[in-house]
């Protein structure tokens, strides 16, 4: 019994050690890891559901870390949240979008709009809105190229401040779109005062509508009605069956985004997508 018991302690803690060792070396690497060129983009198409073309692309970030190999956001965006690196991280971003669009146009393709995502330090910062003009002026980027996802908890965090932010966003041109709706406060009286161009559906909801629930779907399609009523228009993300896909054009859902079409891609994979799309 005693020996069992020192194993269980031995494997136990040698899996702290592994799970501790590797936060503790990603916090410290990733101070590094803007300058050392670690971060990349990848890209998820947004396809129109009437005509099926990509319509946009949503810019998700990667971390080819030297001794870990490729990690997700979900495990260092907090921990850059905690930091304030996101910062930096976020310029990074959008100037990393920018240039790419650039690109992409001056390989012969129509422009078409790259989604990023902002966190809410990106809005505390007193600078932001210079910021922003000036990467899109130093990259030659129109406005109306980017858009900027937002969640629920970001924009209820400090709402006065976030309403101005947004319309100074907003008349500059830039496109702005409420991510993972549904999922936060929900607070439906606030929807009307935030100058969103478009409500993602969060996919959530979506992978209930395999379910084929009644309950799912009404639910789904009342977030649609509302999202029309205040003339804005409805992207549902994690759509990953024909099904899904089925039930979002009956609702008269503009614009998907999901593995069904396409997991997010690198961004020369994204550029085949997009010529084939646009027939060149
Ligand atoms: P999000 O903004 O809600 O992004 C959607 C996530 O769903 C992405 O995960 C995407 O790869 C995944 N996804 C796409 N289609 C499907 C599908 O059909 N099924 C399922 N199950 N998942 C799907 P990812 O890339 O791991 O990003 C996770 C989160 O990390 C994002 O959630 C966003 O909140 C955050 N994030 C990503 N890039 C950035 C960034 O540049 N800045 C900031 N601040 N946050 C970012
Ligand atoms: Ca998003
Ligand atoms: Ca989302
Ligand atoms: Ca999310």
């Known amino acids: 019994a005693k020996e069992h018991g020192r194993n269980s302690f031995k494997v136990f803690h040698s899996g702290m050690n592994i799970q501790s060792y590797r936060s503790f070396q990603l916090q410290n690497d990733l101070r590094k890891a803007l300058e050392r060129n670690e971060f990349k983009l990848v890209y998820q198409p947004r396809i129109h559901i009437g005509s ?3 319509t946009s692309a949503e810019a998700l970030i990667r971390w080819d870390h030297p001794n870990w ?3 997700l956001p979900s495990e260092f965006i907090p921990l850059a949240e905690e930091s304030n690196l996101i910062v930096e991280i976020g310029k990074w971003v959008l100037a990393e979008a920018c240039r790419q669009n650039k690109a992409w146009q001056e390989a012969g393709l129509e422009p078409i709009r790259i989604a ?4 809410s330090q990106q809005f505390l910062q007193k600078d932001l809105i210079e910021t922003i003009s000036s990467i899109l002026t130093d990259t030659g980027t129109a406005p109306g190229m980017i858009e900027i996802e937002i969640t629920e908890s970001v924009i209820f965090k400090n709402e006065l401040a976030m309403t101005q932010t947004l319309k100074k966003l907003r008349n500059m041109g830039i496109y702005l779109s409420m991510d993972d709706f549904g999922m936060g406060y929900s607070s439906l009286k606030y929807l009307r005062q935030f100058p969103v161009h478009s409500l993602k559906i969060d996919k959530s909801f979506i992978q209930d509508l395999s379910s084929r629930s009644p309950e799912s779907l009404s639910l789904v399609s ?3 009605s509302l999202a029309h009523s205040l003339k804005l228009s409805v992207v549902a993300e994690g759509v990953e069956t024909e099904e899904q896909l089925n039930q979002l054009r009956d609702l008269d859902c503009e614009e998907f985004q999901g593995y069904y079409f396409s997991p997010p891609v690198s961004a020369n994979e994204f550029e085949d997508f997009l010529f084939k799309s646009q027939d060149k």
């Open 52 to 54: 099926s073309k990509i």
């Open 69 to 71: 190999g490729m990690i």
């Open 116 to 119: 990023v995502n902002f966190s």
């Open 222 to 224: 009342a977030i649609v």
